[in-house]
């Protein structure tokens, strides 16, 4: 057995600190939905996400929700998790509220929406102050926006 050990290449003497445990891995993504079914955690939110992809949707209720929008965002393949907890409090959402999947999943995309329009607005105009060489309040009164309106965008991003 220590021979057998030695070609792993640890030391017949470290073998005492290493646990015998075995470890099976899944590839929760083609689980079968029977299978998936047995989850009755957030788990079970995961394992239909990663098995339905972009077209999950569910009223299933969320327990921990900063932590299932994280793994979400990782499995998805954004490595930026650090603002979800801000998110959250930005939208209202506290741990202890009941909320389901689409519910939240559908605050995350309209923020991301807003954003992203807000992003264009301060874009545009900053194009045409550039462009055209005139004052913030020309370029957006060629646009058809309010100063404040400008402000309050270019604070959202």
């Not at 930005?90 to 992203?116: A, K, N, P, S, W």
């Not at 102050?129 to 004052?135: I, L, P, W």
């Amino acid at each position: 057995m220590g021979k057998l050990r030695e070609k792993q290449g640890i030391p017949e003497e470290m073998w005492k600190y290493i646990d015998k445990l075995e470890l099976h891995v899944f590839e929760m993504r083609r689980l079968l939905e029977e299978t998936r079914e047995l989850f009755q955690s957030d788990m079970r939110i995961v394992a239909d996400f990663l098995a339905s992809g972009n077209s999950y949707h569910s009223y299933r209720k969320i327990i921990h929700k900063e932590a299932l929008i994280k793994m979400i965002k990782v499995l998805s393949g954004e490595s930026d998790t650090d603002m979800v907890g801000k998110w959250m409090e930005g939208q209202g959402i506290r741990e202890e509220d009941e909320i389901t999947v689409c519910e939240l999943f559908d605050q995350y995309v309209r923020q991301g929406r807003e954003e992203g329009e807000a992003r264009q607005l301060v874009e545009d105009i900053e194009k045409t102050m550039g462009f055209f060489k005139v004052t913030l309040e020309k370029a957006c009164e060629s646009l058809g926006i309010t100063v404040g309106r400008y402000e309050e965008a270019k604070r959202s991003i």
